[in-house]
């Protein structure tokens, strides 16, 4: 039997601002624009306790709570975050399907082959590792199907796990309203009402199966198998393309300490080429974020000569970058991106006569010292060690580098 996770941020752009801005934890706010006629895009949990909610207007959510805080979007922001969010689930299984923005199916059935675990255990631990890097909270429904476990994932939320296996149909689906029912939409709601199919219970019954059939037409049987909690629809692997491989950190205090904010590109580069490495991407573009202000911030991108996840050339480039655009001003985030990733079985370029192809990959052949660092870096936390020769590439890196990271 096949295991499914179905992964969802809790209002999830909300609590992506409240991620970078701690200060706002506990209070009502909504996302949108300030302007009378803006409609909020999300709520956050305690706004929601007054009935406020998303595609409600805004002068009718002040009406509700006078004391709302309003903040305007930041969709860069977003998509950062939910990249990460769905490269944290890659560690888990590849067999991934990007359902939105904020939510992902996971196919976890050859995990559980491997690892016996119990599937509760691995969700929590799937959720604490989601919030102690991003510090955004998720649901996670557990079935057999991709329907089952996003039915799963909504009856909880913030941060719940559910699980429903085809013995719980009767206890746990049936009963809920059939407006909770995914895929049944406000306008069939009250005509199904109409026709007495008041539960999911009621539409998985088989003689009213005929009364359903002028309302979803060709999908009829579709919605009855669902009821039935049956869902043949597979995990679509080709949505799992990750675009970017990127990392970011907001400091606890604004910063314009250039030692301490070269030792955090340095973290960055780290963790970006780990996780490129791991799911065997390469790219030839990098780019850096400096954030001052929660409206200010700045991208820089660069194209390099060969495509690369090696984390000295990432680090060089960032500190390159950084170095071409900072003025000096105090930063409160930096961000390192590996952009328009590819695998490396795509790559298909001339080869220079003095390096060599492994897989087709382009990459500088490496040395023993080379490992040896690796393998050093790999086990040291404090110290990391790189040759002098890095420090000198072709005279672009400037000295101040060369005295700050001896």
Same mark, same amino acid.
């Given at each position: 039997m096949q295991i499914i996770f179905h992964i969802d941020l809790n209002a999830f752009f909300a609590s992506a601002e409240i991620s970078i801005?701690?200060?706002?934890?506990?209070?009502?706010?909504?996302?949108?624009?300030?302007?009378?006629?803006?409609?909020?895009?999300?709520?956050?949990?305690?706004?929601?306790?007054?009935?406020?909610?998303?595609?409600?207007?805004?002068?009718q959510a002040k009406e509700l709570c006078s004391h709302l805080v309003t903040v305007e979007p930041h969709f860069e922001l977003y998509k950062a975050l939910s990249q990460s969010f769905f490269e944290i689930?890659?560690?888990?299984?590849?067999?991934?399907?990007?359902?939105?923005?904020?939510?992902?199916?996971?196919?976890?059935?050859?995990?559980?082959?491997?690892?016996k675990a119990n599937p509760q255990d691995v969700a929590k631990t799937i959720q604490d590792k989601v919030y102690d890097t991003l510090s955004l909270q998720c649901s996670i429904g557990i079935a057999p199907n991709k329907f089952l476990a996003?039915?799963?994932s909504d009856m909880k939320k913030p941060m719940g796990i559910t699980i429903i296996t085809n013995k719980d149909i009767k206890t746990k689906l049936w009963p809920l309203s059939i407006k909770d029912m995914i895929g049944v939409g406000k306008k069939t709601q009250p005509k199904l009402i109409e026709l007495g199919?008041?539960?999911?219970?009621?539409?998985?019954?088989?003689?009213?199966?005929?009364k359903i059939?002028?309302?979803?037409?060709?999908n009829a049987l579709i919605f009855y198998q669902r009821a039935n909690g049956k869902d043949f629809s597979k995990? #679509? *692997?080709?949505?799992?393309?990750?675009?970017?491989?990127?990392?970011?950190?907001?400091?606890?205090?604004? =910063?314009? $300490?250039?030692?301490?904010?070269?030792?955090?590109?340095?973290?960055?580069?780290?963790?970006?080429?780990?996780?490129?490495?791991?799911?065997?991407?390469?790219?030839?573009?990098?780019?850096?974020?400096?954030?001052?202000?929660r409206e200010k911030s700045r991208t820089k991108q660069i194209i390099i000569e060969h495509y690369t996840n090696e984390e000295e050339i990432i680090f060089a480039t960032a500190l390159l970058l950084f170095e071409n655009i900072y003025n000096g001003e105090k930063l409160r985030l930096v961000g390192v991106s590996?952009?328009?990733?590819?695998?490396?079985?795509?790559?298909?370029?001339?080869?220079?006569?003095f390096e060599h192809v492994?897989? #087709? *990959?382009?990459?500088?052949?490496?040395?023993?010292?080379?490992?040896?660092?690796?393998?050093?870096?790999? =086990?040291? $936390?404090?110290?990391?060690?790189?040759?002098?020769?890095s420090l000198i590439h072709k005279e672009k890196i400037q000295k101040k580098y060369i005295k700050n990271d001896e």
């Open positions: 801005h701690p200060e706002l934890k506990g209070k009502p706010i909504v996302i949108c624009r300030q302007s009378k006629r803006s409609i909020i895009t999300t709520a956050s949990y305690e706004a929601r306790k007054y009935g406020i909610h998303s595609a409600m207007p805004l002068f689930i890659a560690t888990f299984s590849p067999y991934l399907e990007v359902a939105s923005i904020d939510e992902c199916y996971v196919d976890m059935t050859e995990y559980f082959q491997k690892n996003k039915m799963a199919i008041e539960t999911i219970g009621d539409l998985a019954n088989y003689h009213n199966y005929e059939k002028p309302i979803f037409g060709k995990i #679509n *692997y080709s949505k799992n393309e990750l675009k970017s491989v990127g990392n970011s950190t907001t400091f606890e205090t604004d =910063s314009n $300490d250039e030692q301490f904010i070269r030792k955090k590109f340095r973290d960055l580069s780290r963790e970006v080429s780990q996780r490129a490495k791991k799911r065997e991407l390469i790219s030839n573009s990098i780019s850096i974020t400096l954030k001052y202000t590996l952009n328009n990733v590819i695998h490396y079985k795509e790559l298909n370029q001339q080869i220079s006569l492994q897989d #087709n *990959y382009y990459i500088s052949q490496k040395d023993k010292t080379d490992q040896i660092i690796e393998e050093l870096n790999s =086990s040291l $936390d404090d110290i990391h060690l790189i040759k002098a020769s």
